[in-house]
């Protein structure tokens, strides 16, 4: 694990919004359609996607699955676009089963907390591909 600097960057992409105990019923569902929506996004950098942990507030988590665009992208019906700056990061590669990733989200916070960094929820999720899920994925957290 390492602190990284990202550069800033946006993405398109479908926001869910929903509780903790409803987050793990109404993420899969909303990960097909924003696979199946994928080619509506025009100026996709690349087609690998992502889920960004854009806040919890109160309980309610609001995430947006979707994949870096040109900054002038348009915004497809019922997506939305979010411009994320440049920013410090906790960084992790994760290599191997889906299941897994929230471990290593977890492994990383133990370590802000063992090296005195203060971790905050935005969280980035990056290396979704169409066809095969055990790919290897880029893990940020956000440093406060």
């Known amino acids: 694990m390492k602190i990284v600097e990202k550069e800033a960057f946006t993405v398109i992409g479908i926001k869910v919004e929903a509780d903790w105990q409803s987050l793990h019923k109404v993420m899969p569902p ?28 109160d309980g309610q988590y609001t995430q947006l699955i979707g994949v870096e665009v040109e900054k002038d992208s348009e915004v497809p019906d019922k997506m939305e676009k979010v411009d994320i700056p440049i920013q410090k990061y906790i960084y992790e590669q994760h290599q191997g089963a889906l299941e897994g990733i929230a471990e290593t989200f977890g492994r990383m916070y133990d370590w802000a907390e063992e090296n005195d960094i203060e971790a905050g929820d935005f969280k980035i999720d990056y290396g979704y591909r169409k066809g095969n899920s055990d790919q290897v994925h880029e893990l940020y957290i956000k440093v406060l």
């Open 30 to 57: 909303s990960w097909e359609k924003a696979k199946g929506r994928l080619n509506e996004i025009e100026g996709r950098k690349e087609d690998v996607m992502m889920d960004v942990s854009l806040d919890v507030t």
